[in-house]
């Protein structure tokens, strides 16, 4: 049967059948069974095209049920999108299956939501040849939206959508699913025409071919479910093509009023066009309940809509023109100014008379006091525990706390209770597939080489065959050592990263560590969450040592863990140990610590432009706000820790950037120099999660600098919102702390904004977030520093009224005046845009 497999592996489809036609069936069930063989151990084993065409024709005529030729083509490595079904069809002919609808039910069930293209053509051409029902489960409904523009290869010369659904045997059945699953909006548009189907539909409801009202309700239906904006996009356009008459949305009144109250901003839109149209059909006491909904609703067109709406109103019924007046009052409260100030006047005009209470002057914050960071997690003494926690951290990132934690155990258990580890912590390793594929850059790879090292305490075989990378890694790394700062020969920075430096020795040296006996654990190993550790826990660590030796960069990465400051007491203790661990921690605590960098902020462009197809270049920004750190003039840095060059936008190291606090938690200021890259892609390049450090940050200590103030603008201005809360969480730590130098981080916000390097809109819901929290005299000098460089760009970037809004409420709140430059140009140029009637507003209330 070599030929035949042959033939299967090019997916010549005309060989496999003539093979499997001069069979018997006996002969077809036990080629069946090497198929299943041959399947399982190719090496290559992915099948799609031809090849998985050839595949399924030869299931069908081999295996004897349905399960069985499910199993063989329901594996992930089977491709059916592309897959050709008429051979198959003639084949299940040929052989007399009876089982064809089965199968395709089967493949149905094993289909993806989330990839709902993925062989359904083929199984719906299996049941279409059966004129079988279909099956309607979330993932065949959503293939068959996504059928609707999208055709195999085979079927690209296609008739019009219109022309497919009028003739398709599975629209009644799928049609009303089309409104219940989840979802399914998105899978009707994705690469295709959005609003295709709904144009089609429309049009079959007018041929008669479907039922209007039903089409109508069943919209409604998905609109009050609720989905994401894109998936509800096609039911919109399908309401707006059935255009409901005012009977219509009379009957469905109240399904109308739910939108307008709770949905979307674009539904509720749709619900407020279709309920105005009414005039007097809907009661104003169930009016009334939507509109004080609509009324504190953050889209400002809904909004303003609904204040002209109640003004027609009143005008229109006098007699209750008092209680539409209490309504519009309601939007008083609204956060936008220019709405609150249409609101009260508009209910003024009608009669209602607005209770004036004065402003309560606030002189500052009311945040409560800082509280020390947590203390970090208690040591890992057992075996178990080890296990545990690797196995809820290995391969979901490793945050620091954990990683350290981890390591700390290792060295304390692999040298106490080694074959328990081995025995507990192997089978973890190899069910995350921990060491099976050698990395080609793994010197210098801390993922790599913590992989390493859990292997070499799980096996110590395997520990063997990583001695000699260790002994290089820490071979290499002998040229720098960490002090003297000063009064030696000058040192080149290292071409990697200090992170990965460090901890590449760390691991090294920790791999090495393994073999000893009775390890009482790392001198390195946090007493904070920051990762910071105490210079008294660190003297008594080296005295409990003895004369024991101690390793180099486990004692390396614990003085940079120290508060920075001086300690002469403590020094003079740690001094009378008399070993070198001692006054090594003795100097560092008398002023021999890590010195202060020179920083600069600088402007930088882009990376060049490969020769090749460049993918990612049009998406990076043009250029970028970043700053530059260097060692001050006389002293060294053979690590590379004060060293930050200005990197090109596009270039630069991929460290574990939660690992960075933890390697300097006294030096937030540097630690935010080497993480500001990465942290601006938030803001400009859209990448998520990657301001979520801010508040670790926030937590550490040292000063701030340039650097954190600039990451949190960046921060304030990104893209998704866990990135503008974690910016926020971090501006309320550094402001109840007394660390938040916020006209700094104002005057980088304006900036940026103004040259164009972030969005500004994005920035106004955490200031105001800052505001309710508890810290308007904060948010309030942030602004002023940021106004400037607002209001005098040429064109004032969007987002800046928002912005002069919030600095009116606070400059108002707080009572503390602060001047603002360019605030009277634009007061002085007149008229009534919003910029200059915001400009305006804050001017009175510095007034």
Same mark, same amino acid.
């Given at each position: 049967?070599?030929?035949?497999?042959?033939?299967?592996?090019?997916?010549?489809?005309?060989?496999?059948?003539?093979?499997?036609?001069?069979?018997?069936?006996?002969?077809?069930?036990?080629?069946?069974?090497?198929?299943?063989?041959?399947?399982?151990?190719?090496?290559?084993?992915?099948?799609?095209?031809?090849?998985?065409?050839?595949?399924?024709?030869?299931?069908?005529?081999?295996?004897?049920?349905?399960?069985?030729?499910?199993?063989?083509?329901?594996?992930?490595?089977?491709?059916?999108?592309?897959?050709?079904?008429?051979?198959?069809?003639?084949?299940?002919?040929?052989?007399?299956?009876?089982?064809?609808?089965?199968?395709?039910?089967?493949?149905?069930?094993?289909?993806?939501?989330?990839?709902?293209?993925?062989?359904?053509?083929?199984?719906?051409?299996?049941?279409?040849?059966?004129?079988?029902?279909?099956?309607?489960?979330?993932?065949?409904?959503?293939?068959?939206?996504?059928?609707?523009?999208?055709?195999?290869?085979?079927?690209?010369?296609?008739?019009?959508?219109?022309?497919?659904?009028?003739?398709?045997?599975?629209?009644?059945?799928?049609?009303?699913?089309?409104?219940?699953?989840?979802?399914?909006?998105?899978?009707?548009?994705?690469?295709?025409?959005?609003?295709?189907?709904?144009?089609?539909?429309?049009?079959?409801?007018?041929?008669?071919?479907?039922?209007?009202?039903?089409?109508?309700?069943?919209?409604?239906?998905?609109?009050?479910?609720?989905?994401?904006?894109?998936?509800? /996009?096609?039911?919109?356009?399908?309401?707006?093509?059935?255009?409901?008459?005012?009977?219509?949305?009379?009957?469905?009144?109240?399904?109308?009023?739910?939108?307008?109250?709770?949905?979307?901003?674009?539904?509720?839109?749709?619900?407020?066009?279709?309920?105005?149209?009414?005039?007097?059909?809907?009661?104003?006491?169930?009016?009334?309940?939507?509109?004080?909904?609509?009324?504190?609703?953050?889209?400002?067109?809904?909004?303003?809509?609904?204040?002209?709406?109640?003004?027609?109103?009143?005008?229109?019924?006098?007699?209750?023109?008092?209680?539409?007046?209490?309504?519009?009052?309601?939007?008083?409260?609204?956060?936008?100014?220019?709405?609150?100030?249409?609101?009260?006047?508009?209910?003024?005009?009608?009669?209602?008379?607005?209770?004036?209470?004065?402003?309560?002057?606030?002189?500052?914050?009311?945040?409560?006091?800082?509280?020390?960071?947590?203390?970090?997690?208690?040591?890992?003494?057992?075996?178990?525990?080890?296990?545990?926690?690797?196995?809820?951290?290995?391969?979901?990132?490793?945050?620091?706390?954990?990683?350290?934690?981890?390591?700390?155990?290792?060295?304390?258990?692999?040298?106490?209770?080694?074959?328990?580890?081995?025995?507990?912590?192997?089978?973890?390793?190899?069910?995350?597939?921990?060491?099976?594929?050698?990395?080609?850059?793994?010197?210098?790879?801390?993922?790599?080489?913590?992989? /390493?090292?859990?292997?070499?305490?799980?096996?110590?075989?395997?520990?063997?065959?990583?001695?000699?990378?260790?002994?290089?890694?820490?071979?290499?790394?002998?040229?720098?050592?960490?002090?003297?700062?000063?009064? /030696?020969?000058?040192?080149?920075?290292?071409?990697?990263?200090?992170?990965?430096?460090?901890?590449?020795?760390?691991?090294?040296?920790?791999?090495?560590?393994?073999?000893?006996?009775?390890?009482?654990?790392?001198?390195?190993?946090?007493?904070?969450?920051?990762?910071?550790?105490?210079?008294?826990?660190?003297?008594?660590?080296?005295? %409990?040592?003895?004369?024991?030796?101690?390793?180099?960069?486990?004692?390396?990465?614990?003085?940079?863990?120290?508060?920075?400051?001086?300690?002469?007491?403590?020094?003079?203790?740690?001094?009378?140990?008399?070993?070198?661990?001692?006054?090594?921690?003795?100097?560092?605590?008398?002023?021999?610590?890590?010195?202060?960098?020179?920083?600069?902020?600088?402007?930088?462009?882009?990376?060049?432009?490969?020769?090749?197809?460049?993918?990612?270049?049009?998406?990076?920004?043009?250029?970028?706000?970043?700053?530059?750190?260097?060692?001050?003039?006389?002293?060294?840095?053979?690590?590379?820790?004060?060293?930050?060059?200005?990197?090109?936008?596009?270039?630069?190291?991929?460290?574990?950037?939660?690992?960075?606090?933890?390697?300097?938690?006294?030096?937030?200021?540097?630690?935010?120099?080497?993480?500001?890259?990465?942290?601006?892609?938030?803001?400009?390049?859209?990448? /998520?999660?990657?301001?979520?450090?801010?508040?670790?940050?926030?937590?550490?200590?040292?000063?701030?600098?340039?650097?954190?103030?600039?990451?949190?603008?960046?921060?304030?201005?990104?893209?998704?919102?866990?990135?503008?809360?974690?910016?926020?969480?971090?501006?309320?730590?550094?402001?109840?702390?007394?660390?938040?130098?916020?006209?700094?981080?104002?005057?980088?916000?304006?900036?940026? %904004?103004?040259?164009?390097?972030?969005?500004?809109?994005?920035?106004?819901?955490?200031?105001?977030?800052?505001?309710?929290?508890?810290?308007?005299?904060?948010?309030?000098?942030?602004?002023?520093?940021?106004?400037?460089?607002?209001?005098?760009?040429?064109?004032?970037?969007?987002?800046?009224?928002?912005?002069?809004?919030?600095?009116?409420?606070?400059?108002?709140?707080?009572?503390?005046?602060?001047?603002?430059?360019?605030?009277?140009?634009?007061?002085?140029?007149?008229?009534?845009?919003?910029?200059?009637?915001?400009?305006?507003?804050?001017?009175?209330?510095?007034?």
């Amino acid at each position: 049967m070599t030929d035949f497999f042959e033939s299967l592996t090019r997916g010549d489809v005309p060989a496999v059948r003539s093979v499997l036609h001069a069979l018997d069936e006996p002969g077809r069930r036990a080629l069946g069974e090497e198929l299943v063989a041959h399947v399982r151990r190719r090496r290559d084993n992915w099948w799609w095209g031809k090849e998985a065409t050839a595949l399924a024709v030869a299931a069908v005529g081999t295996q004897s049920t349905a399960i069985k030729a499910a199993a063989l083509l329901g594996r992930r490595s089977v491709w059916l999108r592309e897959a050709d079904p008429e051979p198959v069809i003639a084949a299940a002919r040929q052989r007399g299956v009876t089982w064809l609808p089965d199968l395709a039910y089967r493949l149905a069930e094993r289909m993806r939501r989330n990839e709902p293209w993925q062989g359904w053509h083929f199984t719906a051409a299996l049941l279409r040849a059966e004129q079988a029902p279909p099956p309607t489960g979330d993932a065949f409904v959503a293939g068959w939206a996504n059928a609707m523009w999208w055709q195999p290869l085979q079927a690209r010369q296609q008739q019009p959508l219109l022309d497919r659904l009028r003739d398709d045997p599975f629209l009644d059945a799928l049609l009303p699913r089309l409104f219940e699953v989840d979802g399914v909006g998105a899978d009707l548009s994705v690469g295709g025409d959005g609003q295709a189907a709904a144009r089609a539909l429309a049009t079959l409801a007018v041929e008669g071919r479907l039922d209007r009202v039903a089409l109508l309700d069943g919209v409604l239906g998905r609109l009050l479910r609720g989905d994401r904006p894109a998936a509800l /996009r096609p039911f919109l356009a399908l309401h707006e093509l059935l255009a409901p008459t005012p009977d219509e949305v009379t009957a469905r009144a109240g399904a109308y009023l739910r939108l307008l109250a709770d949905a979307p901003g674009p539904v509720a839109t749709t619900a407020q066009r279709a309920l105005r149209g009414l005039d007097d059909a809907v009661e104003l006491e169930a009016l009334a309940e939507a509109a004080r909904a609509v009324l504190t609703r953050p889209e400002k067109g809904l909004v303003r809509a609904q204040l002209s709406w109640l003004d027609a109103l009143a005008r229109q019924r006098p007699d209750r023109a008092a209680e539409i007046a209490a309504l519009l009052a309601a939007g008083a409260d609204h956060p936008s100014a220019d709405l609150r100030d249409r609101a009260v006047a508009l209910a003024e005009r009608h009669g209602h008379r607005a209770v004036r209470h004065a402003a309560v002057t606030v002189a500052g914050d009311e945040l409560p006091p800082p509280t020390p960071a947590a203390a970090a997690p208690p040591p890992i003494t057992e075996v178990d525990e080890l296990v545990e926690e690797v196995s809820a951290v290995i391969g979901q990132g490793w945050p620091a706390s954990a990683l350290e934690r981890v390591l700390d155990g290792l060295v304390r258990l692999a040298t106490t209770d080694r074959d328990r580890l081995e025995a507990a912590l192997l089978p973890v390793l190899r069910r995350h597939h921990v060491g099976e594929y050698d990395h080609m850059w793994a010197m210098f790879n801390v993922p790599v080489q913590l992989h /390493r090292v859990l292997l070499a305490a799980a096996a110590p075989a395997e520990a063997a065959t990583r001695r000699d990378q260790w002994a290089a890694i820490l071979s290499e790394s002998l040229t720098r050592a960490l002090r003297p700062f000063r009064r /030696r020969p000058a040192v080149e920075p290292p071409r990697r990263s200090a992170l990965t430096l460090v901890y590449s020795a760390r691991l090294a040296e920790i791999g090495q560590r393994l073999d000893a006996r009775d390890d009482p654990g790392l001198l390195a190993a946090p007493t904070s969450a920051t990762g910071a550790v105490d210079p008294t826990v660190l003297y008594e660590r080296l005295a %409990a040592l003895g004369d024991r030796p101690v390793w180099r960069w486990d004692l390396t990465q614990a003085l940079l863990r120290l508060p920075a400051g001086v300690d002469e007491p403590l020094a003079a203790k740690a001094a009378a140990l008399g070993t070198a661990a001692g006054d090594e921690l003795a100097g560092w605590l008398r002023g021999d610590a890590l010195p202060t960098p020179v920083q600069r902020v600088v402007t930088v462009g882009r990376r060049d432009r490969a020769d090749t197809y460049d993918y990612g270049y049009d998406r990076l920004p043009i250029r970028r706000t970043v700053v530059a750190s260097a060692p001050s003039e006389g002293v060294a840095d053979p690590l590379g820790l004060l060293t930050v060059p200005a990197q090109l936008v596009g270039r630069g190291h991929g460290d574990w950037t939660d690992l960075w606090p933890a390697l300097l938690p006294g030096h937030r200021g540097l630690v935010a120099a080497h993480l500001l890259p990465g942290i601006a892609r938030a803001a400009q390049e859209d990448v /998520r999660e990657a301001a979520t450090v801010l508040p670790v940050l926030a937590e550490c200590t040292g000063p701030s600098g340039p650097a954190l103030d600039l990451a949190m603008a960046y921060g304030l201005c990104a893209r998704h919102e866990v990135d503008r809360v974690a910016t926020l969480d971090a501006l309320l730590t550094l402001a109840a702390a007394g660390d938040l130098d916020a006209p700094a981080v104002g005057t980088h916000l304006g900036g940026l %904004a103004a040259d164009g390097q972030v969005t500004l809109t994005r920035a106004a819901t955490p200031l105001r977030d800052a505001v309710a929290a508890g810290a308007p005299l904060s948010t309030w000098r942030l602004l002023a520093g940021a106004l400037p460089a607002l209001l005098t760009a040429p064109t004032p970037p969007r987002g800046t009224p928002d912005l002069l809004t919030l600095a009116a409420e606070t400059a108002r709140a707080t009572g503390v005046r602060i001047e603002v430059p360019g605030l009277a140009d634009v007061v002085a140029r007149g008229g009534g845009s919003r910029l200059v009637t915001e400009a305006r507003r804050l001017a009175a209330a510095l007034a």
